[in-house]
């Protein structure tokens, strides 16, 4: 399930020169970014289950592009 969303205009999908592009699209999900042990193993650090505060980061991984610049 992905909760993040990115949202680009049609502009970035050209390639002209002197301008910016899309390149690519992932999620973040690095390793300190997520749970270590137990039956959550791999998911993300949350912040709260339920009411309870636990420290953790957030309830999703999030989301990035990249973009690049066209010569």
């Given at each position: 399930?992905?909760?993040?969303?990115?949202m680009v205009?049609?502009?970035?999908?050209?390639?002209?020169?002197?301008?910016?592009?899309?390149?690519?699209?992932?999620?973040?999900?690095?390793?300190?970014?997520?749970?270590?042990?137990?039956?959550?193993?791999?998911?993300?650090?949350?912040?709260?289950?339920?009411?309870?505060?636990?420290?953790?980061?957030?309830?999703?991984?999030?989301?990035?592009?990249?973009?690049?610049?066209?010569?």
């Open positions: 399930m992905l909760f993040d969303q990115i205009s049609h502009s970035f999908l050209n390639f002209e020169k002197g301008t910016h592009s899309f390149a690519h699209a992932n999620i973040f999900d690095e390793h300190f970014l997520t749970e270590f042990e137990g039956k959550h193993r791999g998911s993300p650090f949350r912040t709260y289950v339920g009411n309870k505060y636990i420290g953790g980061y957030s309830d999703h991984f999030p989301v990035y592009i990249q973009l690049k610049y066209n010569t």
